[in-house]
């Protein structure tokens, strides 16, 4: 069979390893994914801890997450095609072991130096890890059912906002955040041992997973701008969302974790509803969530001064924005050019660069015409996202078309 040659769910239809193993290891996956975006995004919460006691500005703590997604961005390819003739199962141990020993070195860590190469440390084993993890989750399963099965790998993503980030500041609080940090290396510890233990040796090409299934240079680049896209104009919105909660909505700051609990609740609602649907037509649920999330920055920019309707605007760009990384992943894989492990890097790299674009550019509309204006210039970016997927569906129904005699 040719590398060019598209590969179909017939192809291989039956689910290549014993099917309550591979759960137990796709739970696993789920849990490492959980570690590490908690992990690259902990001493946000733990700014106001960390600072006072290693003697260094808010500022300078901050750093530890941008320069954590600028690892990321840069090593992501490169690790990936350097274990590309290891086994997965062995690989995605490894990264896990590697998130165990960067977040207990961060526990440990004497000064600043010390924690932020524990960082780069981890953030290596990130880099890594969501090169090689959507290909390995989806060879668990019968083709049919791996879009469902990536979104519930996502599941993890989901609850680290949600869940990991808010309990290890708690935790911070209530005793030190290096205690925070040691809590996360055990966790990560667990999915690790989980991982060496029920993760199979599943052969890429046998599952038809080593290439995409429909390979096309032309999409996948499509894809990739919608990812930049749309990262950046989310990213916006979520970086300052407390700080637009507050100011332009008007909540009091004893709502504020019951707001964005309320906000996770909705993303992870979204992460479970386009597993449904995402096998039969992925592109068409990107484009449904992008209207969704356009029309709920739009909402938020033009009434989010109004308390409930800040709610509502809040809890559907929570349900839109998390439904679509899932939809990416499985995507990327689909019409990857070549090797799908340097699809799903180069999707993360690109992913990570929206993160920091949408963070600089937020900031930037924030200090010159205020945090109201967010929302409106997501929206742009956002919309402009949803114009190239609906560009691209037009243009991949007419040339499917028969020419008319």
């Excluded at 069979?1 to 290549?16: E, I, L, R």
């Amino acid at each position: 069979m040719s590398p060019s040659t598209p590969v179909t769910a017939a192809s291989f239809a039956a689910p290549p390893v014993d099917q309550r193993r591979a759960i137990i290891a796709l739970i696993a996956l789920s849990v490492s994914a959980f570690t590490f975006v908690t992990a690259e995004n902990l001493p946000g919460g733990l700014l106001t801890l960390i600072a006072p006691d290693l003697g260094r500005s808010t500022s300078e703590i901050g750093l530890l997450v941008s320069a954590y997604a600028a690892v990321v961005v840069l090593t992501s390819l490169p690790l990936s095609r350097l274990t590309r003739r290891f086994p997965r199962r062995y690989v995605l141990a490894a990264t896990t072991a590697v998130c165990t020993v960067g977040t207990l070195w961060s526990a440990v860590a004497p000064g600043y130096a010390d924690l932020m190469a524990a960082r780069m440390v981890t953030a290596l084993g990130q880099a890594l890890f969501w090169s090689v993890v959507t290909p390995a989750a989806a060879s668990l399963f019968a083709p049919a059912i791996r879009g469902k099965m990536i979104a519930r790998l996502a599941i993890g993503n989901s609850l680290a906002p949600l869940l990991g980030v808010p309990l290890g500041t708690w935790v911070g609080q209530q005793t030190s955040w290096r205690t925070a940090f040691l809590f996360f290396s055990v966790v990560s510890l667990l999915a690790c041992l989980a991982m060496v233990i029920a993760m199979p040796n599943v052969d890429a090409e046998g599952s038809g997973t080593a290439r995409g299934t429909h390979p096309s240079m032309r999409r996948f680049v499509v894809l990739m701008v919608v990812t930049v896209l749309l990262v950046t104009g989310g990213f916006m919105m979520i970086t300052f969302v407390t700080q637009f909660l507050l100011e332009t909505a008007g909540f009091p700051d004893r709502y504020l974790s019951a707001l964005l609990l309320g906000q996770g609740a909705a993303g992870l609602a979204g992460t479970l509803l386009i597993g449904q649907v995402l096998d039969k037509r992925p592109w068409q649920t990107v484009l449904v969530a992008l209207s969704l999330l356009t029309g709920a920055l739009v909402l938020l920019w033009s009434l989010g001064h109004v308390p409930v309707l800040a709610l509502v605007g809040l809890a559907l760009f929570g349900l839109a924005f998390s439904a679509i990384p899932p939809a990416l992943s499985f995507l990327s894989m689909q019409v990857a050019p070549g090797a799908t492990e340097s699809a799903t890097a180069i999707s993360s790299s690109v992913f990570n660069i929206g993160i920091g674009g949408g963070s600089a550019l937020g900031a930037l509309v924030v200090a010159t015409v205020g945090v109201s204006t967010v929302p409106l210039v997501g929206a742009v970016f956002v919309l402009a996202a949803l114009a190239v997927v609906a560009t691209d569906l037009r243009l991949t129904a007419r040339s499917a078309t028969p020419p008319r005699p």
